[in-house]
Each structure stands twice: as C-alpha cells, then as structure tokens.
C-alpha cells in the first residue's frame, strides 16, 4: 500500500426529517448567504425547510447556480457575499450548488482574480469562509469531499481545483428529499458514483487489500440497487443506500493509499464543456472505451474487477475483462444512458475538437501512470465513436 495522510472534516447527519438539525449546526449568530440551484429545492420543499430551521438568523439568498456551475454566475454571488458581509454559506442543491459555494468561499478572500483556483488547481488559497450543505442528488460525493469543478463559460473552460479549506464543515443528507428527481438524474447519480469508484479502483493493485474490498462492496451495491431506485422513485431505503454509496465513493476513503486514475472525468470534461452533455452521460462515453485501450495496464485490476464484481470466471484472460467491459457499459446502457458518441450525435469532428480543448487545457499525461498522452486520448475517443 502507498503512503497516505487522511482527514476528512465532515460531519454527516443522515436521515430523513434531518434538515432541522441545521438550527443547531449553523452558528446562531452567522450571516448567511443560503445558494441554491434553478429552484427544484423550492419546487420540493427543502428551501421552506431550511428557511424554517434556520429561524431568525440574519438570511440572504442566492439562486441561480447552474449545472455545471459558472464563474460568470458565482462572482455574481461573490459580490453579494462581500457586499453584505455574510459569513457563512449554506448550500442547498446537487454538486453543482455545492461546488460552486466551494468556488465563492475560496474567492472571498483570493488575492488576485478568483479563476486563478482553477487554473493552480487551489494552491494559492490561504483561507475561505465556512459553510455547510444540504444535499438533493446523490452522485458527486462533493458533500464530504474538497473537490470542486468550475466552468467558464466566456471559453468553455471545465476545471477543478482542491483545497483543504473547502471541505463542507457538516452535510446533511435525507434521502426523501430525492423523491423529485427526474429518472434521468438518478441515473446520471448512479453512473457518477460508480465512475468515481473504478477512478480509484481500476488502476493497478498495491496490496490495498481494503480500499478494493470497499471499492467491490460499493461497485456491487451500485449495481444492485441503481436498476430499484430507478424502479421505485419513493423507496426509502434505496434512496439512503444510494445517497450513502455516492457520499463514500468519493470522500477520500477509498482512495487512500492507491493510485488513482482520473483520465475518464478530465476527458469527460472537455465533452462537457464543448457540447453540454451531462457529467455523468460523458463518463459513460469514455469509461468503457478507456478500458479498452488501457487493457493492458490496468490487466490485473481489470481481472480482479471481472471476478469479483461481475463473478465473471470462464474463458482467458481477454475474453474476461472483455466481458467486464461489455457488462459494464450494458449497465449504464440498462439506465437510460447511451456509450458511444455517436447516440450524442458527435462523430470525428468533434474528436479533433476535444484533442485540442485537452491539449489547451494541459491535459497531455493522464491517468494513474500520466501516460495517456494526447494520442492515446485520441484513441480513446476514436473506441467510443
Ligand atoms: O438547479 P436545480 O433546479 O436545483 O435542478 C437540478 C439540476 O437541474 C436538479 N436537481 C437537484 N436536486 C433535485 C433536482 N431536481 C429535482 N429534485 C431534486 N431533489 O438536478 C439537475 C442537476 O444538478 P447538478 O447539481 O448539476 O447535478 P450533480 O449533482 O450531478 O452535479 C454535477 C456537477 O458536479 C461536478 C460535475 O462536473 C458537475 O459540474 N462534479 C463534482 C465533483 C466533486 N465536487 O467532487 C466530482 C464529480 O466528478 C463531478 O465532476
Ligand atoms: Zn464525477
């Protein structure tokens, strides 16, 4: 196993009927900014919710965080967090209001311009104000995770940046309040989730005899209970397997002490930012593919995967992860979410577009051994057409 230091400040409060715990989590006397999305969290009750619990504390509000979060939108609430001196943010929605509040809590005190984060990858941030989140879509993990992706929308710039100072200081998680959410991002969750697991996963073994047995349990889980929540909109327990599952496959825990991978989300993003498809729709396009052409270094992972999680034993080595592969893109396939570029209407012009977004934004040495150079990324993309 690898060295590793691990902390993770978060504290988790699970559970339905849990948002009125936020009467005693934020400071009574805190000035807060409340950020929340395009108003589901109005439409289902979770605003009025929070509102309520949050009594008479000194509350402002910022909506309009979109998916895929903008820095044009977020200085905007940059602003007003400096203008009206809040000191506390509260962030109510999916990954994308809750990275974006980890965006606006880093640029309050920035010096300098704020989308330098992203472009250092957060190592110039010295402080950032506090805040907590109440979480509606389970899928990126950013409610106990550092992690937070912006984008520019000006240049159709998708970067990430992490820094200690943005970890959430709590999180509260109630499964009923994902009774809203459209099918299609329940599954965009499921996928999400499962990608950040094989992120870690599906590199090369250490001996992290742990880290892959978690890994396994949270793959198999996926799988187990992605097809149910889809199934059964409103089924308590599904709903708080599949929140916890999201939350746990990316808040450091089973990352530590192994490679990690990463190649599917940074190409991914690109196909976000060109062409607007969701975050979980590109990790579909690209996992299967990238599987295939980095069969080879990731072999004994792949094997160990195609046992264990898919209990696939018959046939030679290639014919095993080739069946891991297959089963795996089935599944999202299974969820309503297309594998190939071309479902997306995307063929060869846009691969010559995506290369050059990737090389523009540095991304030319991917993946667990950074050797995923530019023309391995086009081959990639050219086994997901
Ligand atoms: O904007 P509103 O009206 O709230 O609607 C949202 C949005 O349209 C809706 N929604 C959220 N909760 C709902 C609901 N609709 C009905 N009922 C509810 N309870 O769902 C839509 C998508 O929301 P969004 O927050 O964009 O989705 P998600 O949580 O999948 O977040 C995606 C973003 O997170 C980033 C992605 O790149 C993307 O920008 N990621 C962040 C990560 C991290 N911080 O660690 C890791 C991930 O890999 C990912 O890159
Ligand atoms: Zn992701």
Redesign the pocket.
């Known amino acids: 196993m690898q060295n590793f230091e691990f902390h993770n400040p978060t504290k988790i409060v699970f559970g339905s009927g849990t948002i009125p715990r936020l009467a005693e989590l934020v400071p009574p006397d805190a000035r807060v900014l409340v950020v929340?999305?395009?108003?589901?969290?109005e439409k289902?009750g979770?605003l009025a919710e929070v509102r309520s619990a949050l009594g008479d504390r000194d509350v402002q509000e910022f909506g309009g965080?979109?998916?895929?979060?903008t820095y044009e939108t977020l200085m905007q609430a940059v602003e007003q967090v400096r203008r009206e001196q809040r000191d506390f943010l509260l962030a109510v929605?999916?990954?994308?209001?809750?990275?974006g509040t980890k965006f606006i809590v880093a640029a309050i005190h920035y010096p300098g311009d704020p989308w330098e984060i992203l472009l250092t990858n957060g190592q110039h941030i010295t402080q950032a104000l506090p805040f907590g989140s109440v979480l509606?879509?389970p899928?990126?993990?950013?409610e106990m995770?550092n992690?937070?992706?912006i984008?520019r929308r000006a240049t159709q710039t998708?970067l990430?940046f992490m820094h200690p100072q943005v970890f959430p200081q709590f999180s509260i998680l109630d499964p009923t309040?994902?009774y809203?959410?459209?099918p299609q991002?329940i599954a965009?969750?499921v996928v999400?989730a499962f990608v950040?697991i094989t992120e870690q996963y599906l590199t090369y073994p250490v001996g992290g005899l742990v880290q892959d047995r978690f890994a396994e349990g949270l793959l198999q889980t996926l799988i187990e209970i992605g097809p149910q929540a889809l199934a059964n909109p409103e089924n308590a327990e599904v709903r708080a397997n599949l929140m916890w599952v999201a939350t746990l496959a990316?808040n450091g825990l089973i990352g530590a002490g192994v490679p990690q991978d990463w190649a599917t989300?940074m190409i991914g993003?690109e196909l976000?930012a060109a062409y607007h498809i969701d975050?979980?729709r590109t990790l579909a396009i690209v996992l299967p593919a990238l599987l295939r052409v980095q069969r080879d270094d990731k072999r004994a992972k792949l094997l160990q995967y195609a046992a264990r999680v898919w209990q696939i034993n018959d046939g030679d080595e290639n014919q095993r992860i080739e069946t891991a592969i297959h089963r795996t893109a089935q599944f999202f396939e299974s969820l309503g979410i297309p594998t190939h570029l071309a479902a997306y209407g995307l063929g060869q012009p846009a691969i010559d577009l995506l290369m050059a977004q990737l090389e523009a934004h540095g991304m030319t040495a991917l993946g667990e051994r950074a050797n995923i150079t530019p023309a391995v990324s086009r081959r990639i993309l050219e086994a997901a057409l």
Do not use: F
Request: no cysteine; proline share 6%; hydrophobic share 20%.
């Open positions: 929340y999305g395009g108003g589901s969290a289902n979770t965080v979109e998916p895929n979060p929605g999916g990954g994308s209001v809750i990275d509606t879509l899928a990126t993990g950013s995770n992690g937070s992706v984008t998708k990430a309040k994902t809203s959410l459209p991002q965009n969750g999400d950040h990316l989300h993003h976000t975050h979980a």
